[in-house]
């Protein structure tokens, strides 16, 4: 059974540091990953898809890599905001049926002025 | 584009009542899928549908029906409500497929007393 675990569950820094959000998984027969960003009380919003193929896909100040054969992926935020704040979550399809997201607990970011 | 619609937002419901939560895309999307978000847990899919007239069994089904007949609407019922129950429950759509980023909707936080 897929498993993912994000690592550390909360964070704390100021603002302008780099910072990089852990992601792993046990079964690394995926089709791809996904890190979303949630704000409290609302909805999760994607940030970065990477395919299974890929090895890394960056979006402004966001920049996420996966090494499938060893189950990690890390997201890496430069130069965080306190607008950077929230909870980022990483969830991985496999390729069984119904290709169900299996998603890990999140990390809470903290980023302040 | 409206993306994925929840109602109600929240909704505080006894124990035994039924009731039923909404979902609509209209990106006409195949795949549509309901999540729990418990504190601790992350999210867990409930139901999941690739289609309309199709719908199967997700890691926490019990307590839960879906249908779908339309490509648009996907609801939720909880046929008699226990205080399990009590979550954030997102509905989440996206394109046949397993390469596809899935979008979700702004959720439906439930209490049953």
């Known amino acids: 059974k897929q498993e993912v675990t994000q690592i550390p569950a909360a964070l704390s820094v100021p603002e302008g540091e780099n910072l990089v959000l852990n992601c792993s998984f046990t079964d690394s027969a995926i089709y791809n990953l996904q890190w979303f960003r949630q704000d409290p009380g609302k909805g999760l919003t994607s940030l970065l898809l990477i395919q299974s193929s890929q090895r890394e896909q960056t979006s402004g100040r966001l920049n996420a890599s996966l090494d499938k054969s060893s189950g990690r992926s890390t997201l890496y935020i430069a130069a965080s905001q306190p607008g950077d704040s929230a909870t980022y979550l990483c969830?991985?399809?496999?390729?069984?049926?119904?290709?169900?997201?299996?998603f890990g607990k999140g990390t809470t970011l903290s980023v302040s002025s | 584009n409206a993306g994925v619609t929840q109602t109600p937002k929240f909704q505080v419901l006894k124990t035994g009542q039924s009731m039923t939560l909404q979902c609509a895309q209209d990106m006409n999307h195949e795949y549509m899928s309901w999540y729990r978000q418990d504190p601790g847990m992350g999210l867990r899919l409930i139901h999941y549908?690739?289609?309309?007239?199709?719908?199967d069994q997700g890691e926490v089904p019990n307590g839960y029906n879906v249908s779908r007949s339309t490509t648009e609407d996907f609801p939720l019922r909880l046929l008699s409500a226990a205080p399990s129950q009590t979550s954030v429950y997102f509905c989440?759509?996206?394109?046949?497929?397993?390469?596809?980023?899935?979008?979700f909707g702004p959720g439906t936080r439930l209490t049953v007393l």
């Open positions: 549908s690739v289609g309309a007239g199709i719908t």
């Open positions: 969830a991985v399809r496999g390729n069984q049926a119904g290709t169900a997201l299996i």
């Open positions: 989440a759509s996206k394109q046949a497929g397993v390469t596809d980023t899935q979008y």
